[in-house]
């Protein structure tokens, strides 16, 4: 016995619900689950591993599949890859209250987790605990966004920590080798962007091992390759400047 399909429908298992309403309807779109978080926080880049199919819908669970004429009229198109782009990016994923409970709290885990990793206490230089970061932010009632990326997030939680506790992002440790000639008067632009100058030696050339911020990181590294033309260098010794020992527990 035959069972008559409508052309219209198209049956999915599996699949987490992206939502966006335009012009005055529902339209949605089929992705598997756990990839729309990694494709928001650019960790996921092909779109064939989130979408399952590159069809837009207005109603998923039934397998209604949107017309072309309210496509053109909500998005001025009906490029359905490009649609599926844009609800992809700035819909809201439907999903049980159970599944959004266990990805707030993994999201939450990982943010802790990366502010552990960048920060230490800056007056021993020790790193702090997943557990103790985790503990901080549930004292400042940080709110996770699951349309931000964890990484974006923790330098947010990072700055309101700041305002707590003793918290900073760890430093870097680089090796800047200058042309003499050049050396005093770049030093100087660099200066700023410097915490701390551990050594300098002046002989053929200048060379300064210091400790920055990591978010000057990109700054300085310009700034030598347009000064010097590309005959200054820049090493990096150390990503993190960490006492070595325990770790400290408050």
Same mark, same amino acid.
């Given at each position: 016995?035959?069972?008559?399909?409508?052309?219209?429908?198209?049956?999915?298992?599996?699949?987490?619900?992206?939502?966006?309403?335009?012009?005055?309807?529902?339209?949605?779109?089929?992705?598997?689950?756990?990839?729309?978080?990694?494709?928001?926080?650019?960790?996921?880049?092909?779109?064939?591993?989130?979408?399952?199919?590159?069809?837009?819908?207005?109603?998923?669970?039934?397998?209604?599949?949107?017309?072309?004429?309210?496509?053109?009229?909500?998005?001025?198109?009906?490029?359905?890859?490009?649609?599926?782009?844009?609800?992809?990016?700035?819909?809201?994923?439907?999903?049980?209250?159970?599944?959004?409970?266990?990805?707030?709290?993994?999201?939450?885990?990982?943010?802790?987790?990366?502010?552990?990793?960048?920060?230490? &206490?800056?007056?021993?230089?020790?790193?702090?605990?997943?557990?103790?970061?985790?503990?901080?932010?549930?004292?400042?009632?940080?709110?996770?966004?699951? &349309?931000?990326?964890?990484?974006?997030?923790?330098?947010?939680?990072?700055?309101?920590?700041?305002?707590?506790?003793?918290?900073?992002?760890?430093?870097?440790?680089?090796?800047?080798?200058?042309?003499? &000639?050049?050396?005093?008067?770049?030093?100087?632009?660099?200066?700023?962007?410097?915490?701390?100058?551990?050594?300098?030696?002046?002989?053929?050339?200048?060379?300064?091992?210091?400790?920055?911020?990591?978010?000057?990181?990109?700054?300085?590294?310009?700034?030598?390759?347009?000064?010097?033309?590309?005959?200054?260098?820049?090493?990096?010794?150390?990503?993190?400047?960490?006492?070595?020992?325990?770790?400290?527990?408050?």
């Amino acid at each position: 016995m035959s069972i008559f399909t409508p052309t219209n429908q198209i049956r999915l298992t599996n699949v987490a619900v992206v939502r966006m309403k335009r012009a005055g309807k529902r339209f949605e779109i089929a992705c598997y689950k756990n990839k729309v978080v990694g494709w928001r926080s650019g960790v996921e880049k092909d779109l064939d591993e989130v979408l399952q199919t590159h069809s837009v819908f207005v109603n998923v669970s039934k397998g209604q599949v949107a017309k072309k004429e309210d496509l053109i009229s909500a998005f001025g198109t009906d490029d359905q890859t490009e649609i599926c782009k844009q609800i992809l990016t700035k819909g809201e994923v439907q999903v049980s209250d159970k599944e959004r409970h266990t990805q707030l709290e993994q999201m939450f885990r990982d943010i802790a987790t990366i502010v552990a990793d960048k920060c230490v &206490n800056p007056e021993t230089k020790r790193p702090y605990t997943v557990i103790l970061i985790e503990r901080a932010m549930k004292d400042i009632h940080y709110s996770v966004k699951t &349309n931000k990326s964890t990484k974006q997030q923790a330098l947010e939680v990072i700055k309101q920590l700041k305002e707590k506790m003793k918290i900073e992002r760890a430093h870097m440790r680089l090796r800047f080798i200058l042309p003499v &000639n050049e050396g005093k008067r770049l030093k100087e632009k660099l200066k700023p962007l410097i915490k701390v100058i551990e050594s300098e030696d002046y002989s053929q050339q200048l060379e300064i091992v210091c400790l920055i911020d990591p978010g000057c990181f990109r700054e300085i590294d310009e700034l030598i390759k347009k000064e010097t033309k590309g005959k200054g260098s820049l090493e990096v010794l150390n990503l993190k400047d960490v006492e070595e020992g325990d770790e400290k527990f408050e």
